[in-house]
Nanobody
Framework: QVQLVESGGGLVQPGGSLRLSCAAS????????MGWYRQAPGKERELVAR???????NYVDSVKGRFTISRDNAKNTVDLQMNSLKAEDTAVYYC????????WGRGTQVTVSS
């Protein structure tokens, strides 16, 4: 079992940057994959980015070139660097971890607005 706590959300203007961080309650070395989903009002939850234990990454097309996911096994964290933010990036962002079961954080709000 693993508990996940997100941080780093907030309000930012279009074109700005935010860095989300997900802290795990135990070592993440054995966790197969971790990443971030987001859910905007009235929309389904979508996978934004994931990173495997081997370091392979995947991104949804809409964030490629703007978002970067990274994993620090020593700190047990997974971060999401978000640049060139757009209004359509506004959502609640959830950290997840997959290792036989899926574990979720409670989410952090990201609002992109002028």
């Amino acid at each position: 079992q693993v508990q996940l706590v997100e941080s780093g959300g907030g309000l930012v203007q279009p074109g700005g940057s935010l860095r989300l961080s997900c802290a795990a309650s135990r070592s993440i070395r054995s966790i197969d994959a971790m990443g971030w989903y987001r859910q905007a009002p009235g929309k389904e939850r979508e996978l934004v980015a994931r990173i495997t234990s081997g370091g392979s990454t995947n991104y949804v097309d809409s964030v490629k070139g703007r978002f970067t996911i990274s994993r620090d096994n020593a700190k047990n964290t997974v971060d999401l660097q978000m640049n060139s933010l757009k209004a359509e990036d506004t959502a609640v962002y959830y950290c997840y971890a997959y290792t036989a079961l899926v574990y979720w954080g409670r989410g952090t709000q990201v609002t992109v607005s002028s």
